[in-house]
């Protein structure tokens, strides 16, 4: 396959661009959703600084900022929390799907099936009509919780609880999935924790939304392509796997010897280094905040001291290399403190970082061209055909 210059017009070969692995800085796309300083460790959600957005702004609000480019009127963001309130049931037919899915399943597997079998339910009426644009947003915010908390009931062989309309959108979730209300303090903070989570321009699962949306598929399988991408261990499911990391080092004290025998094993720390930051990345920061408040009001986590020894002692080895605590680093002993199960961090990922998929969904709608890269063949050029009798048998597969 040959690409065409967009310039001239010529086309280019394959080799003469030149391989970039993992496209790093190669830009595929042009976007106006978030903007990243990744030397000074700086982040903005439509010209809004991070920081500002989780001090004063709620997710749904934040959603509605990234979807739509602008923060919503008072009255916008009623309307906008009113329809969420009113979506957030599911049908019993994905509850009773989701019963017969293993207890044993990762929820990450489940939300995929659920949130790709939501395309079942709500027929495909022309993507670009805007009133379909709106329900799917909202179809999605507001049933992808519901969905992750039904699961967690359902593998525990309980029946799944119905969102209470007199709670907020995170103190609902919070509710669903521990079957108490949760006190103010923790709706608040995991609130902040769904902000800092819901956009970080084009990594891997937001590009792969976008090139599911290419192809003008529902937003659905958009989205449940783009779940399946967040949760490698590389991906969002690194908060998951810093948690483990930080309970097998166990002891403040063994935090260095641990990092060397990982740095010499070439071993990865989880929850450190980013593409884009060269620094601490600002969402660990804010996010060690929250859970500096968190152990203030309930007593803290053993493994905090475990993780600020190892973020101080990583400094010498992997700082002098740009390689910081990023968001996954932080995020899991928030999660852990309000009472979360390990593997539903990335799920809970999920909830938030839906709200970037769709601004990238409808962003890749307004300026849409497929997907469609090249690759630099590397295989035998032209083989004849050997009847079976005349082939080697393999010495392995
Ligand atoms: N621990 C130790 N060394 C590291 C780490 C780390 N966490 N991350 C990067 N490096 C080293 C790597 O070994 C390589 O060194 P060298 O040049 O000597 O071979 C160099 O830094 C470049 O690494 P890379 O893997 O080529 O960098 P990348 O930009 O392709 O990968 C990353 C970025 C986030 C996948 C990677 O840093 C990583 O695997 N981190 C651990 C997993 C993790 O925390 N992921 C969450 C990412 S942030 C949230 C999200 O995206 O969901």
């Known amino acids: 396959m040959v690409a ?39 982040l903005r959600y439509r010209g809004y600084p991070i920081a500002e957005l989780a001090s004063h702004s709620s997710f749904l609000e934040t959603t509605y900022l990234l979807i739509w480019g602008d923060l ?4 916008q963001l009623r309307d906008f929390e009113r329809e969420v309130q009113m ?33 079942l339910f709500y027929s495909r009426r022309a993507i670009d009509d805007p009133q379909y644009v709106y ?20 593998r525990k062989g ?17 509710y669903m999935l521990t079957e108490r209300e949760p006190d103010p303090l923790s709706a608040r903070i995991f609130d902040k924790c769904l902000i800092l989570h819901a956009e970080h321009s084009l990594n891997a699962s937001t590009f792969s939304a976008r090139v599911t949306a290419s192809t003008l598929t529902d937003p659905y399988a958009v989205i449940a392509s783009a779940v399946g991408t967040l949760a490698g261990p590389l991906h969002g499911g690194a ?35 980013h593409r884009e930051y060269k620094v601490k990345d600002p969402r660990a920061s804010i996010l060690q905040g929250l859970a500096e408040e968190l152990f203030a009001r309930f007593g803290k986590d053993e493994m905090y001291d475990v993780a600020r020894t190892l973020e101080k002692q990583s400094e010498r080895s992997l700082g002098k290399k740009g390689i910081y ?29 839906v709200a970037g998929w769709l601004a990238h969904w409808r962003e890749q709608l307004g300026a849409n061209r497929i997907f469609r890269p090249s690759q630099i063949y590397t295989g035998e050029k ?16």
């Open 4 to 42: 065409k210059d967009q310039k001239t017009n010529h086309h280019l070969d394959p080799t003469e661009i030149g391989l970039r692995p993992g496209l790093e800085g190669v830009p595929v796309t042009q976007s106006a959703i978030c903007d990243i300083d990744g030397v000074k460790g700086e």
């Open 72 to 75: 919503p009127s008072p009255q």
């Open 87 to 119: 979506h957030r049931r599911v049908s019993f037919r994905v509850r009773d799907m989701m019963k017969c899915f293993p207890a044993s399943g990762h929820p990450m597997d489940a939300l995929q099936s659920s949130a790709a079998s939501l395309g």
């Open 135 to 154: 329900d799917a947003v909202v179809r999605l915010i507001a049933k992808i919780p519901t969905m992750v908390a039904a699961f967690q009931l359902i």
């Open 158 to 174: 309980q029946d799944p609880i119905q969102p209470r309309d007199d709670l907020a959108y995170s103190a609902n979730f919070l």
């Open 239 to 273: 908060n998951e796997d810093v948690i483990k990391m930080l309970e097998d080092i166990g002891d403040p004290e063994q935090a260095n010897s641990y990092l060397e025998k990982a740095i010499a094993k070439k071993q990865k720390i989880m929850g450190f280094g």
């Open 325 to 353: 605590p990023n968001v996954d680093f932080y995020s899991g002993l928030v999660y852990r403190k309000l009472g979360i199960p390990r593997d539903l961090f990335t799920p809970v990922f999920a909830i938030s970082r």
């Open 382 to 397: 032209s083989r004849k055909w050997k009847q079976a009798d005349d082939r080697l048998s393999p010495t392995s597969i």
